[in-house]
């Protein structure tokens, strides 16, 4: 494991294992479905690197979910990447189950992997749920992001998950 992360409670260090092995492939799936090729392009790490780009890079959105996951948030970045892929189904009967799948694993209340959302986005989304589009999640979707953006993504960047992306993007 990297040096970084070595000064970590073990316990930490276990929850990020268990989460890299239970949402490796979920994350090379939605890689693909962002746009991302197999072989992807160097992280460009610079003071102003935009949280959009983060997430358009491998290496970046996996050092952001090892971050959230160390501070167990990583149900928003999941959240983020379900809509994501929800957004890119084509089939509608397949639109209806992930949408319910989307909603029950992320916003009903006492979900498993509940996100923060306030009362109306919540009511917005159940209203969206009566006939699912690909943009039925698209405002909770759009909570989350400004979440992720304003409220962890600083705390990222001085932390030492970040430093060790720079480490290895550097050599």
């Known amino acids: 494991m990297c040096r970084a992360l070595e000064h970590l409670p073990i316990t930490c260090l276990e929850r990020a294992k268990e989460f890299k092995a239970r949402f490796g492939n979920l994350l090379k799936q939605e890689l693909n479905i962002m746009g991302h ?16 780009e983060l997430l358009l890079h491998k290496d970046g959105l996996c050092a952001f979910t090892t971050f959230l996951s160390s501070e167990y948030s990583e149900e928003n970045i999941a959240f ?9 189904t084509k089939s509608s009967s397949k639109l209806c189950a992930k949408a319910k799948k989307i909603y029950e694993e992320f916003i009903c209340s006492d ?23 690909s943009s039925c999640f698209n405002f909770a979707q759009s909570k989350i992001y400004t979440l992720m953006e304003k409220d962890c993504y600083p705390r990222f960047l001085k932390s030492a ?11």
């Open 37 to 52: 090729s197999k072989k992807t392009d160097k992280l460009l790490l610079e003071d102003r690197q935009s949280f959009h």
């Open 80 to 88: 983020y990447l379900a809509c994501e892929d929800f957004r890119n």
């Open 111 to 133: 979900a498993p992997r509940e996100v923060n959302l306030d009362h109306e986005t919540r009511t917005v989304t159940l209203k969206n749920m009566e006939q699912p589009t």
């Open 161 to 171: 998950v970040y430093q060790e992306l720079i480490t290895q993007h550097m050599r």
